[in-house]
C-alpha cells in the first residue's frame, strides 16, 4: 500500500465549477500537508501549505486536513482553464527532509 | 523562474551510457533534493544533500550517484543506462536540513534513454 493515494483522473469540469481534489494517506505521523500544482512540462509549484487539521484559504483555494480520517482535499472555486494543471497533494513530518507525493490528479478546465 | 536551474532541458542517449544532470540551487537554499518522476511511479525521491553532506536517501539505485559541491551546485550521475531510467528528473531546493516548508522545484531534465 502505498503511503499517499490520490486519484490520478483525468477529471474534467466546466469553467466556473467548484473542483474537490482528494488524498488519503496511511502514516499518522505526517504534520503538514502542501498542494503542488504542475503544469505541462514544467516543474511542480508550491500551491498551499497547511500544518495540522483545519481550513486554510488563499484567494480561489482552500486547502483542508482532516488528521483524523487521514485524508486532505483542495477546492478550488470558480475555475479557470488556467487552473488546467496536474495537481499533486504532499505531506511530510518536521523530523524528516523528504517529502511524499501523491500521483498527481490531472485537471482540466473547459471553457 | 523558480531560481532553480537545471542542465540540460532534455536528454537523449543510449543504454548502457552515463549522463550527468546539473542542478544550482535557489540563492541562499543549502538542501538540494532529487527526485525521479515517471508515469507509473510518480515523483520518487532519490536523494537530498545539504551543505555538501548526503541528508536522506531514497529509492536511489546503485547506479546512480550524487554529490553537492562547495558552491552547492549538485550533479547526478547516472550510469549503465537502461530503457527504464527514462523518465523527467527534478531537482528541488530548501533553505534548511528539513523540508517542513516544502521544496522550490526546478524545471527538469527529461531524460530518454534509447
Known amino acids: 500500500q502505498k503511503e499517499v493515494e490520490q486519484d490520478p483522473g483525468p477529471l474534467s469540469v466546466p469553467e466556473g465549477a467548484i473542483v474537490s481534489l482528494n488524498c488519503t494517506y496511511s502514516n499518522s505521523a505526517f504534520q503538514y500537508f502542501m498542494w503542488y500544482r504542475q503544469y505541462s512540462r514544467k516543474g511542480p509549484e508550491l500551491l498551499m501549505y497547511?500544518?495540522?487539521?483545519g481550513n486554510k484559504e488563499d484567494g480561489r483555494f482552500t486547502a483542508q486536513v482532516d488528521k483524523s480520517s487521514k485524508y486532505i482535499s483542495l477546492f478550488i472555486r470558480d475555475s479557470q482553464p488556467s487552473d488546467s494543471a496536474t495537481y499533486l497533494c504532499a505531506m511530510g513530518y518536521s523530523s524528516a527532509s523528504k517529502i511524499i507525493f501523491g500521483s498527481g490528479t490531472r485537471l482540466s478546465i473547459r471553457p | 523562474d523558480s531560481g532553480v536551474t537545471q542542465t540540460p532541458k532534455h536528454l537523449i542517449t543510449a543504454t548502457g551510457q552515463r549522463v550527468t544532470l546539473r542542478c544550482s540551487p535557489r540563492?541562499?537554499?543549502?538542501?538540494v533534493y532529487w527526485y525521479q518522476q515517471s508515469l507509473d511511479q510518480g515523483l520518487q525521491f532519490l536523494i537530498q544533500y545539504y551543505n555538501g553532506e548526503e541528508r536522506a536517501k531514497g529509492n536511489i539505485l546503485e547506479r546512480f550517484s550524487a554529490q553537492q559541491f562547495p558552491d552547492l551546485h549538485s550533479e547526478l550521475n547516472l550510469s549503465s543506462l537502461e530503457l527504464g531510467d527514462s523518465a523527467l528528473y527534478f531537482c528541488?531546493?530548501?533553505?534548511?536540513?528539513?523540508?517542513?516548508?516544502?521544496?522550490?522545484f526546478g524545471s527538469g531534465t527529461r531524460l530518454t534513454v534509447v
Open positions: 528541488a531546493s530548501s533553505g534548511g536540513q528539513l523540508a517542513s516548508y516544502g521544496y522550490t
Open positions: 540563492s541562499g537554499d543549502l538542501s
Open positions: 497547511t500544518y495540522s487539521s
